[in-house]
């Protein structure tokens, strides 16, 4: 009987002290345009998923403290072919809190001068107000930061060495985040990209 009564004490206090190790809170803030999916997992076997609406921030109490915890968060929507993905990760303190942020990376118009002509560059997004014109010496390139998650139009007019006529070109830039869009003026003799190259950063 005495034996019966220790080892029932022992599995109380143990069940008390699982009880009290959770006590952490992670917080996961979503400071984009887009709905995400948010795996927050750690090294043994916990998972949570959790869907972030846009500007929303979603905070759970049941996670156990001093421990690692890691982000993934995917985007859903917003996106034209590529979603962006955060990962990120962090150590929940005793009786603390964490916060994941999400937030969207730029994306880039790098724009390319492959002719000895001067060229003027419009690159407009009338749904965010972009109004960018840039004027190209022969032979440079240059880049624009813009915001993802819209479309651009890109068009290059030459300004002199043309006859009768100016060159032009234009592109439509799906911007998604992280991701680096290069356009080039065209060439009448080594002819442009019909393509816009795109990579992610």
Excluded: W
């Excluded at 759970?60 to 859903?76: C, I």
Aim: charged share 20%; net charge negative; with cysteine.
């Amino acid at each position: 009987m005495k034996r019966l009564v220790e080892i029932l004490a022992v599995v109380a206090l143990a069940s008390v002290f699982s009880g009290c190790k959770k006590e952490g809170t992670v917080v996961v803030k979503n400071n984009t345009r887009s709905t995400y999916e948010a795996v927050v997992t750690d090294n043994l076997n916990f998972e949570s998923v959790r869907t972030i609406a846009a500007g929303a921030s979603d905070a759970n109490t049941s996670y156990d403290v001093e421990r690692s915890y890691y982000l993934v968060a995917t985007q859903k929507d917003g996106y034209f072919e590529h979603p962006q993905v955060v990962n990120d990760s962090k150590f929940l303190p005793k009786n603390g809190s964490v916060i994941f942020t999400i937030e969207s990376r730029p994306a880039y118009i790098k724009y390319v001068n492959i002719t000895s002509d001067n060229y003027q560059v419009d690159i407009t997004c009338p749904a965010n107000n972009t109004i960018k014109q840039i004027s190209m010496p022969g032979r440079t390139l240059d880049s624009l930061e813009i915001e993802a998650g819209y479309s651009y139009n890109v068009k290059f007019t030459q300004l002199d060495g043309y006859v009768l006529y100016p060159s032009t070109k234009e592109y439509t830039v799906n911007a998604d985040c992280g991701y680096i869009y290069t356009c080039e003026t065209p060439n009448l003799i080594k002819g442009a990209s019909e393509e816009i190259e795109e990579y992610e950063y």
